[in-house]
């Protein structure tokens, strides 16, 4: 069973940065698509970024121009940089993980922005 493991989420000031790293647990595991999601209190999950097989990528309207989504594909990781940091891009944060038949949900990483 292949685990999506997050990691990099925080407390972080209003116009700061984070960084989110997400990997899926098995070596063999081969990566297609990739994205972030983030679904804050009361609201529905929505798309933050996605980066395809080839490199291509999609942002949400909020977050464009301030994030940026990368992929290594040798450590089968995707990253989301996260710059100029607003309070309303507090939020859990969760990394979608897709192969050639399956899509992985890693847990949610809390980040939140103080004004």
């Known amino acids: 069973q292949v685990q999506v493991v997050e990691s990099g989420g925080g407390l972080v000031q209003a116009g700061g940065s984070l960084r989110l790293s997400c990997a899926a647990s098995e070596s063999t595991f081969s990566l297609n698509n990739g994205g972030w999601y983030r679904q804050a209190p009361g609201k529905q999950r929505e798309l933050v970024a996605q980066?395809?097989?080839?490199?291509?990528?999609n942002y949400g309207d909020s977050v464009k121009g301030r994030f940026t989504i990368s992929r290594d594909n040798a450590k089968n990781t995707v990253y989301l940089q996260m710059m100029s940091l607003k309070p309303e891009d507090t939020a859990v944060y969760y990394c979608?993980?897709?192969?050639?038949?399956?899509?992985?949900w890693g847990q949610g990483t809390q980040v939140t922005v103080s004004s």
């Open positions: 980066i395809s097989i080839t490199g291509n990528t």
């Open positions: 979608n993980l897709q192969d050639k038949m399956w899509s992985y």
